[in-house]
């Protein structure tokens, strides 16, 4: 922990309501950053102490998984305590000062909000379940079972299973999207939306720049606990969960997506807009129709401000035929709204390994993201090319990953620390063993390996991030799709009083040719693409990309 990284001339943060649009912000999972006081877990202080380096990425802003009071069953996704800062994180000062030295970078902070439900220790649920008629006995889904035992709807579990669990104490069955230990939250109840609104107020008033909002469309079920149909088998996608859990079979018409939800939405944004430059990205997942609810959440400007979908999350490959689709279909179903990109996350397999990508391949994903109209989301380590690692059974910590083990090996993988050094068994992350294991294929990769070479992985996503960043039309501009087919893809962006900008991407390991739009196009060098222009087309050798200006 002795490197120190220069911070440059970033100025504090400056007024502007509309920071979020166009923004590359940095998802930190903190147990897994930087552990600063030796027990093998990443801290808030860890974080604290890494900012200037991620300062130095030129990052708008940081998505911060869960760091609240939690058994950790779910690894901070099963909330215990809302308001206050897991023991193992650190405290409530660390989170101030956290905020605190970001904004003195002029890096913006975003909290990950887990609203749909909480620990089965959370003191509402403890009190929901001693009776049936005690002032919290609704705050949570609780249903009498079939005549003969059984749960009262066909629902399922993401992690596996059904989505009931049965209690004795009360008799009756709660409902649980997720680990039987997450109880899902009752939306249907006034007093539930009111207690996560003061959540909400809480985390604004400690001056959080905004909410990355976990499950965002689980948060309200049927209230008429219909059975969910079958989903046709050609149907079925596995982007928020295996092949091999039968959550995909089913067609989720009941236990999520529900239209009462946008009004919760909308208190929810009428709250945020009390508060100065406050942005909100909902994670919508739903394979098919994910984009229909983007458009919906963020329709307007009383709704979410954005949203995060696994459109370039899940396994298919990204082609530029189905790029074209995703963006135009966006356009179609949210033509006033906004969505927030990514291509790897805490959940998924680092898209390295996911895509099978070498490192031409990882340059073209990451400059085709940063032009991409959006928001984009970037995962620690993705900017050092970090592969999905291995992690055997016996270390393993992820439940997920223990329940459909060894055909899905969760999520651990994509978990495992952060790598700052070379030196040593756990890479600057730790001076004790961590409570995941460091990658030895990660060691070459890491911060201090690269720092120094100006063409490394990392460099080349702070030019990238520096490019988007210099020309405002990457970040809010219009985009026009002039070419898609399963190996390119090629579009213009354009803004009103910006130069336009011309986008063509070789998405295969085959020499290609993109059609160049009228106009005087130079090409923006010190990317370290090897582009041929002839006449009105260009010339993509493999995995290579022209990004050209007007």
Known sequence: MNMVFPTGDISNLKPDPDWWRGAVIYQIYPRSYQDSNGDGIGDLSGVIHRLPYVASLGVDAIWLSPFFTSPMLDFGYDVSDYRN??????????????????????????????????????????????SRDNPKADWYVWRDPKPDGTPPTNWLSVFGGSAWQWDGTRRQYFLHNFLKEQPDLNFHEPEVQDALLDVVRFWLD?????????????YIHDKEFRD???????????????????????????????????????????????????????????????????????????????????????????????????????????????????????DVERHASRFNLGDKGLRLYAALMMCLRGSVCLY?????????????????????????????????????????????PFGGFTDTKPWLPVAMEHLPKSVSSQEGDSDS?????????????????????????????????????????????????????????APLPEGSWAEIGGLGFEIKQDGRQVLLPPFQAFIAEG
């Open 380 to 424: 620690q380590g993705e900017e050092l090319g970090l592969t999905e690692a291995y992690v055997p059974f016996e270390e393993l910590q992820d439940p997920y990953g223990k329940e459909f083990w060894p055909k899905y090996k969760g999520r651990d993988g994509c978990r495992t620390p952060m790598v700052w050094s070379p030196d040593g």
């Open 457 to 513: 992985m990392l460099n080349f996503y702070r030019n990238l991030i520096g490019l988007r960043r210099m020309r405002p039309v990457l970040q809010k501009g219009a985009m026009e799709v002039v070419e898609a087919s399963d190996t390119v893809i090629a579009f213009t962006r354009e803004q009103a009083g910006q130069a336009p900008m011309y986008c063509a991407f070789n998405l295969s390991n085959a020499a290609q040719i």
């Open 206 to 218: 400690r001056g959080v720049d905004g909410f990355r909002l976990d499950t965002v469309n689980f």
């Open 85 to 130: 800062v897991d023991p193992m994180f650190g405290t409530l000062g660390d989170f101030d000062a956290l905020i605190a030295r970001a904004h003195e970078l002029g890096i913006r902070l975003v909290i990950d909000l887990v609203l749909s439900h909480t620990s089965n220790q959370h003191a509402w649920f403890q009190e929901s379940r001693s």
């Open 228 to 346: 969910n149909p079958p989903l046709e088998e050609s149907q079925r996608n596995a982007s928020i969960a295996p092949e091999v859990n039968p959550y995909n079979f089913q067609q989720h018409l009941y236990d999520r997506n529900q239209p009462e939800n946008v009004a919760f939405l909308e208190r929810m944004r009428a709250l945020m807009d009390e508060y100065p430059d406050i942005t909100s990205v909902g994670e919508v997942g739903d394979a098919q129709i994910g984009l229909d609810i983007v458009g919906e959440y963020t329709a307007g400007d009383n709704r979410l401000h954005m949203c995060y979908g696994f459109d370039f999350l899940g396994p298919n490959p990204i082609t530029g035929t189905r790029t074209a689709q995703v963006m135009q279909r966006f356009e179609q179903k949210a033509p006033d709204g906004w969505s927030c990109w990514a291509m790897s996350n805490h």
